[in-house]
């Protein structure tokens, strides 16, 4: 069965500590793995997506990273305003493109 | 592009009534998704449209639940006699043509906060 996990469920750290959000999957074969950015109340917000093992995609203090098991989201040196839920969803080849969602990761930057 | 608009933004209705809800796709995006998130997990797929026709259907979506997207514009979600475990989050998204630029990135709406009492 296709499979997403995201760890830690929740990450608090103070203002400039950078740390990685990580993402692990289980697919018959990935089309695509996607990162988002969701607000509380709020629809997710598209950042990155990955394709092939290897590559990197960089948006500012945001940093995503593939390999052919999991995935990385490194942010560095936070601020207080890139406390959101990150999500991670992957899309299996051969499918209609619906996307497979982890549970998210609750990040929380205090000043 | 305004991107991807819902209608209404939150719902409040009693157990066993009907509802529905309406989502706009950014203009010339052909296929459009819907989804499911409750508190704490992440969004789970219901639906796919592509152009006017209903092309998948998980499981989750239940003979209480129709989808209609007439015309290849917006969709509308309706539920008939709401349960409290219909309370949720709904998603739409959507996304150009596989093969285009972005092809196969989602977009996705405000969603419609659905709470049955």
């Known amino acids: 069965e296709d499979q997403v996990t995201q760890s830690p469920e929740a990450l608090r750290l103070q203002e400039g500590e950078s740390s990685s959000l990580n993402c692990s999957y289980t697919?018959?074969?990935?089309?695509?793995l996607f990162w988002y950015r969701q607000d509380p109340g709020k629809g997710p917000e598209f950042l990155f997506t990955l394709y092939s093992a290897g590559e990197e995609k960089e948006k500012e203090r945001l940093k995503a990273t593939l390999t052919k098991k999991e995935s990385f989201l490194h942010i560095t040196a936070p601020k207080p305003e890139d406390s959101a839920t990150y999500l991670c969803?992957?899309?299996?080849?051969?499918?209609?493109?619906?996307?497979?969602f982890g549970k998210g990761t609750k990040l929380s930057v205090k000043p | 592009d305004t991107g991807v608009s819902q209608d209404p933004r939150h719902k409040i209705t009693k157990r066993g009534q009907n509802v529905t809800f309406r989502c706009d796709p950014i203009?010339?995006?052909?296929?459009l998704y819907w989804y499911r998130q409750t508190l704490g997990q992440g969004p789970e797929f219901l639906t796919y449209?592509?152009?006017?026709?209903?092309?998948?259907k998980s499981r989750l979506l239940s003979d209480r639940f129709s989808a209609e997207r007439p015309k290849g514009s917006f969709s509308t979600l309706e539920i008939q006699r709401t349960e409290q475990g219909d309370s949720a989050m709904y998603l739409c998204?959507?996304?150009?043509?596989?093969?285009?630029?972005?092809?196969?990135?989602?977009?996705f709406g405000p969603g419609t906060r659905l709470t049955v009492l």
């Open positions: 449209f592509q152009n006017e026709a209903q092309l998948e």
């Open positions: 969803a992957v899309q299996v080849g051969g499918s209609q493109g619906n996307l497979i």
């Open positions: 998204a959507s996304s150009p043509k596989r093969g285009l630029a972005g092809g196969d990135t989602q977009y």
């Open positions: 203009s010339e995006h052909n296929r």
């Open positions: 697919v018959s074969g990935l089309r695509g």
